[in-house]
Structure formats: structure tokens, C-alpha cells
């Protein structure tokens, strides 16, 4: 069972940079689908982007096209979601989540490994 733990989500000014993480444990991610997710207050868990682990195709949400970016460090079996010119309005929990398929879903409900989020907070 592949277990999931992210890292590196803190307070950051709009504009600025910042690089959150996701580590797989406990299983190859071979044939899996690995995504990121976020969740802001008082609002529903949407689909920011995802990678596929075989050959790294990749899909984004619109709002993070030209902004973010994922990849995947085969080696490390980590996922990173860097994230640029950060706006107030990125502000959410970011989750990990993985689904044992290679299509790169954008719906919550087709993964079923998630981790426990970490939290982005952008200030104006």
C-alpha cells in the first residue's frame, strides 16, 4: 500500500516561490498516477495537476497553466509541485494523492491514496 507524506507548504508573499513535495512510501509507483490537489476554506478539493509515473505525461488544472509546475524524481519517488508568481487566492491545503491506473484523472474521487496535506498560505 502506497503511503503518501508532503512537505514544504508555509506563509509566503504574493508573487514569491515556493517548491511542496510528496513522498511515496510503501510500494512501486509503477503504473500509478500521482496528482496534487488543493482545498481552501470553505470551498471544494480541486485538481491542480497531475503526472503519470511511467512516462511523466502531465496534465494541469487551468488555473495553475503557466504558474505551476509538476514533476516526479523517479529515484526518490518523490512528486513536486513548483508554484510561481503566487497569488493570495493559491491559499489552500495542497494534497498528495495517487490512483492505481495511469489515466490522469482530475477527479477527487478516482484516487484513493492521499496524503495529509500541507498548508500554502499567500499574503497580499
Known amino acids: 500500500q502506497v503511503q503518501l507524506v508532503e512537505s514544504g507548504g508555509r506563509l509566503v508573499q504574493a508573487r514569491d516561490s515556493l517548491r511542496i513535495s510528496c513522498v511515496a512510501s510503501?510500494?512501486?509507483?509503477?503504473?500509478?498516477?500521482m496528482a496534487w490537489f488543493r482545498q481552501a476554506p470553505g470551498k471544494r478539493r480541486e485538481f491542480v495537476a497531475a503526472?503519470?509515473?511511467?512516462?511523466?505525461?502531465?496534465e494541469y488544472a487551468d488555473s495553475a497553466k503557466g504558474r505551476f509546475a509538476i514533476s516526479r524524481d523517479i529515484a526518490r519517488n518523490t512528486v513536486h509541485l513548483q508554484m510561481n508568481f503566487l497569488r493570495p487566492e493559491d491559499t489552500a491545503v495542497y494534497y498528495c494523492?495517487?490512483?492505481?491506473?495511469?489515466?490522469?484523472?482530475?477527479?477527487?474521487?478516482?484516487?484513493?491514496?492521499w496524503g495529509q496535506g500541507t498548508q500554502v498560505t499567500v499574503s497580499s
Open positions: 503526472v503519470r509515473w511511467n512516462d511523466g505525461k502531465i
Open positions: 494523492a495517487a490512483r492505481d491506473g495511469e489515466w490522469l484523472s482530475t477527479l477527487v474521487n478516482d484516487y484513493i491514496l
Open positions: 510503501g510500494s512501486s509507483l509503477e503504473h500509478y498516477a
